[in-house]
């Protein structure tokens, strides 16, 4: 048998098929199955919830798909540093006619093709167009495109002379920006040390992204665009999934709007962390954590819900019997209800000699109250 003594090229990015499924998305075909995770049993939470990161009420359970595009870009990011130290850099360069983080932004895939024909690059030359699907910024024009040697920009490609540029630090599209704002040729030559002589090809790029690219509309990074240009000495792939994921909290916005609707509030996003943190942080017990954790997801079956499924279950509330018992009336606005949450607050009040509103947002969501008032000088704060 042959040994290797090297590592396995880009064993974590082995070329995978990018299909396309019935509704004409990009699917890969990894993915955990809820066999294994639920035993064989039936499953008890949507996939997607348990994917979701733990800081906004998921479980982490890892999405193998968003790590596999985690794996190209780290890739990427070899590419985008030139990194000399990245094991398969030279081999993959020697592959293709032009700088290979430049393969990243054509337009046309099959240029792509004839500029390169190693299937591993074009492998992630293909996670990158996921990637920006995933962002929804498919149809942008990304800040990080390069200028030098880049086939879509014909003057860059063809003229040596952007290599000037490159070496004064403008490197990609983004550099020419100042916010959202095109930076004319005086303000680029107070910001890089661009000869006057350098005017000509400053038209010639401004011209190019007026007529070419989105990017007077807008050059907002992606968060995947935001940790790429960090250029960080070692990019681990988990900094990329967290960037991935970030783009995926809709499970968890789709709770905070019920939230928002049934309490007639807004959450703001920092507060909205803070909300599953704080259950986490509610108890040592792992079953008190738990019941808050349900709460907050809205996973409790009400008797509205039940008669959603079947007509003839009744959709009133158990306790008074006279309203519908939807999530919030079940669990706050009840008549009989309220009674046992002003019962909860005059306890609360005289065991800690705090005066503490009836209000849901504290009660139910586990935040705390703002109006919380010491009555006691002499008792302990809870907060
Ligand atoms: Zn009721």
Not at 355 to 365: A, F, G, K, T
Request: net charge positive; glycine share 4%.
């Amino acid at each position: 048998t042959l040994s290797c003594n090297f590592p396995p090229y880009r064993a974590d990015v082995h070329p995978v098929k990018f299909k396309f499924n019935e509704k004409n998305k990009i699917c890969i075909e990894y993915k955990v199955s809820p066999a294994f995770i639920w035993s064989k049993r039936k499953p008890r939470l949507k996939m997607a919830k348990l994917q979701m990161p733990g800081s906004i009420g998921g479980l982490d359970v890892p999405n193998l798909k968003l790590y596999q595009l985690a794996a190209h870009l780290r890739v990427m990011a070899d590419w985008f540093k030139s990194d000399p130290v990245s094991t398969w850099l030279d081999l993959e360069s020697a592959q293709s006619k032009c700088p290979l983080w430049n393969l990243l932004f054509m337009k046309n895939i099959d240029s792509v093709r004839a500029l390169c024909d190693n299937p591993v690059t074009l492998s992630t030359v293909k996670a990158w167009r996921l990637i920006r699907a995933l962002e929804g910024h498919a149809q942008l024009t990304s800040p990080l495109t390069p200028i030098s040697k880049f086939p879509d920009f014909l003057p860059g490609f063809s003229d040596l002379g952007f290599e000037s540029w490159l070496h004064v630090g403008i490197t990609k599209l983004g550099d020419l920006f100042h916010s959202q704002t095109l930076l004319s040729f005086q303000q680029l030559q107070q910001r890089y040390t661009l000869k006057n002589s350098e005017f000509f090809r400053y038209l010639q790029i401004r011209h190019f992204i007026t007529k070419n690219t989105t990017l007077i509309k807008t050059n907002t990074p992606s968060p995947v665009e935001s940790v790429l240009s960090l250029q960080l000495p070692k990019m681990r792939i988990n900094v990329f999934y967290k960037a991935l994921t970030s783009n995926s909290p809709s499970t968890s916005q789709a709770i905070k709007l019920s939230w928002e609707e049934d309490l007639g509030i807004t959450i703001d996003n920092p507060d909205w962390v803070k909300v599953w943190s704080y259950a986490g942080d509610i108890s040592v017990c792992n079953r008190t954590k738990s019941t808050q954790l349900k709460l907050l997801h809205r996973a409790y079956i009400t008797p509205a819900l039940k008669n959603e499924w079947d007509a003839t279950v009744s959709p009133l509330c158990l306790k008074c019997a006279t309203e519908r018992g939807t999530y919030i009336h079940c669990f706050w606005s009840c008549t009989e209800l309220q009674k046992y949450w002003s019962g909860i607050v005059k306890e609360l009040r005289a065991m800690f000699g705090l005066s503490i509103e009836q209000d849901p947002l504290c009660l139910l969501l586990g935040f705390p109250d703002n109006h919380i008032v010491k009555i006691d000088k002499d008792a302990h704060l809870v907060q």
